[in-house]
């Protein structure tokens, strides 16, 4: 090992895939999902040394959230998660089988629940919505830096 922590002639620790996958079945599984995403971002950060804040642990937590209640609550069978850092963001991915693409409503401040995707495209870097041979999926990406200058915390700006 170098002095990095990296093996000699393993690639760095940026072009390392940092993911964590699971299938869910049931709503009371959403539950578990918000948990694997906190253990995940816990990971990411003790593992592999990548600054994770509160705000970020919590917007992924309700990023997860949103997005498997969603796949549970209007797709028949299982839906699958997968957490993934890729280029400074954690890429959330949710897989379900209804082709079906959700349609973001037009704001309605009055509306009664139903807000869901909106605070979703609202936290997120990027939010991408794909038809599958079977299914969707549906990929939001948060950033893990904190403020819009790009420093994440735990790092001194120079």
Known sequence: MDLAGQDEGSPPLAD?????????????EI???RDLARAFL????????????????????LVVSELVT????YAPGPCLLTLEVSEGAVEVTVWDSDPGLPVPRATDPGRVGQ??????TAVCRSFEMHREPVG?????????ADDPGGAAVGRQAL
């Open 42 to 61: 816990t990971r990411v950060q003790a593992v592999h040394g990548l600054p994770v804040s509160g705000r970020v642990m919590g917007v992924v937590q």
């Open 31 to 33: 539950a578990e999902a």
């Open 115 to 120: 807000h869901g995707l909106e605070i979703v």
């Open 70 to 73: 969603n796949a549970r609550k």
């Open 136 to 144: 969707k999926r549906i990929t939001a990406a948060v950033e893990l």
């Open 16 to 28: 390392r895939l940092i993911s964590a996958a699971a299938a869910f079945e049931g709503s009371e």
